[in-house]
């Protein structure tokens, strides 16, 4: 498995059309991609371009992607694949139409899929999991071998990344100011809530700590 590098900028590919938006730097890229929850994971396949919300993990400068080992993604190698996260944090509401937007987090990372095998396979699905719920993986069985034959796993390993951030209120013209509109942010959170057990729990099962840390993490 790729191990842990040292903070270094990851080199940019795109020019930003709002270039004070953009960050470049491994902190922010890797901040954003540890605190979100799915991604949206881009390919062609048989000449036609597919997004596909997954699940995912980073370790070190790579991610990982799991699905059943029959399915497009699982068996992608040796091909370009690009993911996007992206974390809404608000709703601006502008004076006027032209300047609404919104306040998120985004990141894009580019890479080549890798199809993954062998000690780097169990390590992967294991991130993944715990990438979810921290420390579940400890907390549940073993995987089985019918179950390993039917899960793939694909790497992605960050050639290229990105971030756009926006903060803060709307930015209206001056004139417009004076209007007496209402206009602010509309906050957009994300919580976890308290898990409802399925029928098979008993009764006097405690709630896992995976979802616990899971809370503190998406906070």
């Known amino acids: ?100 937007s919104v306040n998120y987090r985004s990141a894009v990372v580019h890479g080549t899929a890798r199809h993954v095998e062998g000690e780097e396979y169990d390590a992967a699905l294991e991130a993944i999991t715990d990438h979810l719920l921290p420390g579940r993986t400890a907390e549940i069985r073993p995987m089985n071998a019918q179950e390993r034959k039917a899960t793939g796993v694909v790497a992605l390993d960050i050639d290229h990344a990105s971030a756009k951030v926006r903060t803060g209120p709307p930015v209206d013209d001056e004139e417009d100011h004076a209007l007496g509109l209402w206009a602010g942010v509309v906050p957009v959170t994300t919580a976890l809530g308290t898990g409802v057990q399925d029928a098979y729990t008993p009764e006097s099962a405690a709630e896992p700590a995976s979802i616990a840390a899971a809370r503190r993490k998406f906070a």
């Open 1 to 100: 498995m790729p191990p842990e590098t040292e903070t270094r900028t990851l080199p940019a590919y795109v020019r930003a059309r709002q270039p004070k938006r953009a960050r470049y730097d491994e902190e922010t890229i890797h901040g954003i991609l540890d605190t979100g929850l799915v991604g949206h994971v881009g390919f062609v396949a048989d000449g036609r371009p597919m997004v596909i919300p997954m699940a995912y993990a980073r370790v070190g400068r790579t991610l990982y992607l799991h699905g059943a080992s029959k399915t497009r993604v699982a068996r992608l190698d040796a091909v370009p694949m690009c993911m996007t996260v992206t974390q809404l944090t608000g709703i601006v509401a502008a004076r006027s139409g032209m300047h609404h």
